[in-house]
C-alpha cells in the first residue's frame, strides 16, 4: 500500500482530533441541557419542588443535602456556571489552535525542513586554470578561456540576467561556466545535484542558470547561424586548401546527419522513432564550415558553437528511422541551393548523401566487389577535410541530453 504524503498525514490527524473535540463539546451540551433541566424550578406545586429536590440529591451526592435553601441554590448555579464558562473556553481556544494549524500546514511549502548540505566548491579553480592548465579547463566547461570570454561579452548585457530583486543574480560566467558543464556531461554528472556541488550553489539555482543562459544564446540564433562574410569565406577556403589540395578550395561547407536520443520511447508514432542504434531517438542534420583555427573567429562565431565549426544550416524534426539523404531534403541548403552556392561550388558529404554536382561524397564500396586504388585514395583525401565533425556532433547530442 503506497505510503501517505506527509501533508496529508497530519490534516489528517487534525481532522481525527477536530471531531474528538467536536464530540466532546456536543456531549458536555447534552449533559449540561439535561443538568439544568432537573434543577430548574418548576411552577406546578410544591411536589414538583421536592421531587426535584430529591432528585437533584440523588444525582449531586450519595448523601441527603440537608439544607434547600434558595441561598444554596444559586451558589450552586453560579459555580456551575463558571465551570461551564471555563470548559466552553478551552474547548475554543482548542478549537483555534486546529483551525491555525490547519492553516500553516495547508500554506507551507516545506512541512520539515533539511539539514544544509554541505558543498566542495571547485568552480573557483576555472580561474587558475585558465591561465595554467587549459586541459583541465576545457575538461570542466568544453571550451578555450578566449572562447568564454567571447560567449560571456555577448550575452551578459541580455535582460534575463536582470531583475528588479533586492537579492541580485550570480555573475553571468558563473552561470554560462555551470551552464557548459552540463552540455559537457551526461548521466549522474550532469544531474543539478552533482553540478551544485561542484558549483556551491542549490539544484534549483542550476536550472535557473541553465534556462537563462539558454534563453541568451538563442537570441543570438539568427545573428549566428549564417554564411560568412567574403572575407571570412576565403579564410575557410584557404584551410581546405591546405587540407586537401588547392582545386579542392571550393568545397568549404560541409553537411552531415546525427542521431539525439530521446528519453524513452514516444506514444505516437513510437517505432518510426527507432533508428539503426536500437535506441529511440531524433534526426538532426547540419550543414557547417569544416574550419577548426580559432585565429580568424569573430565574436558571433564563437557564440554559435564553442568548438568553433560554424553552423550555417539544420533541420529537425525527422524520425530516428528516417534516412540521412531524406531528412536533409527538408534542410534550406537543398531546397536553395541554387541560390546559396554560386556555379563550381559545392558541400562535402559522407556516402549516405545522393551525389551531385553542389554534393560531393566518397566512393561506396560495391557489394561484392572492392574500390579500385584511385577510389581509395580519393576517399583519404576527402576524409582529410571531414574528420573534424565528429566533435560538432559529440557536442550536439550532450547539449540535448
Not at 38 to 59: A, F, H, K, V, Y
Request: glycine letters at 4%; aromatic letters at 8%.
Amino acid at each position: 500500500m503506497p505510503r501517505l504524503p506527509l501533508r496529508r498525514q497530519l490534516l489528517d490527524e487534525l481532522d481525527d482530533t477536530d471531531c474528538s473535540f467536536k464530540r466532546a463539546r456536543l456531549s458536555k451540551y447534552l449533559q449540561d441541557v439535561s443538568f439544568e433541566t432537573l434543577i430548574s424550578p418548576t411552577t406546578d406545586g410544591e411536589s414538583d419542588n421536592s421531587d426535584l429536590s430529591s432528585s437533584t440529591s440523588s444525582l449531586s451526592s450519595p448523601t441527603t443535602i440537608s439544607s434547600r435553601d434558595s441561598d444554596d441554590e444559586s451558589s450552586s448555579q453560579s459555580i456551575l456556571s463558571d465551570l461551564s464558562d471555563i470548559e466552553e473556553m478551552c474547548i475554543e481556544a482548542l478549537q483555534a489552535r486546529v483551525d491555525n494549524l490547519r492553516r500553516q500546514i495547508l500554506a507551507s511549502r516545506v512541512l520539515c525542513k533539511n539539514s544544509a548540505v554541505k558543498k566542495a566548491l571547485q568552480i573557483h579553480l576555472l580561474e587558475h586554470w585558465r591561465d595554467s592548465n587549459h586541459d583541465q579547463y576545457r575538461r570542466r566547461v568544453c571550451v578555450d578561456p578566449d572562447t568564454f570570454d567571447g560567449i560571456v561579452n555577448k550575452i551578459h548585457d541580455h535582460r534575463i540576467f536582470h531583475n528588479n530583486s533586492n537579492v541580485p543574480q550570480i555573475p553571468v560566467k558563473v552561470q554560462l561556466a555551470i551552464f557548459l558543464f552540463q552540455a559537457g556531461h551526461y548521466s549522474n554528472a550532469a544531474s543539478p545535484e552533482a553540478i551544485g556541488h561542484w558549483a556551491g550553489v542549490s539544484p534549483g539555482t542550476v536550472a535557473n542558470c541553465t534556462n537563462r543562459v539558454m534563453v541568451a544564446l538563442l537570441t543570438l540564433h539568427d545573428k549566428c547561424v549564417c554564411f560568412l562574410m567574403p572575407a571570412e569565406k576565403e579564410s575557410v577556403k584557404a584551410w581546405v586548401g591546405e587540407q586537401a589540395c588547392p582545386e579542392w578550395r571550393d568545397g568549404y561547407l560541409m553537411v552531415d546527419g546525427t542521431k539525439l536520443p530521446l528519453f524513452q520511447r514516444p506514444g505516437l508514432h513510437g517505432d518510426a522513432w527507432f533508428d539503426k542504434n536500437r535506441s529511440y531517438s531524433l534526426d538532426c542534420q547540419v550543414c557547417f564550415y569544416p574550419f577548426t583555427c580559432y585565429c580568424n573567429l569573430t565574436c558571433d562565431q564563437l557564440v554559435t558553437l564553442p568548438d568553433s565549426l560554424l553552423i550555417v544550416d539544420y533541420g529537425l524534426g525527422h524520425t530516428g528511422s528516417a534516412h540521412d539523404s531524406m531528412a536533409f531534403r527538408s534542410t534550406c541548403t537543398f531546397k536553395e541551393h541554387e541560390q546559396l552556392l554560386a556555379p563550381g561550388k559545392w558541400i562535402w558529404s559522407d556516402s549516405a548523401y545522393p551525389a551531385e554536382t553542389w554534393c560531393v561524397a566518397p566512393f561506396r564500396k560495391p557489394a561484392g566487389g572492392e574500390l579500385s586504388r584511385n577510389q581509395r585514395t580519393y576517399n583519404y583525401h576527402v576524409s582529410k577535410v571531414s574528420p573534424h565533425s565528429i566533435f560538432l556532433f559529440v557536442f550536439l547530442m550532450i547539449l540535448d541530453c
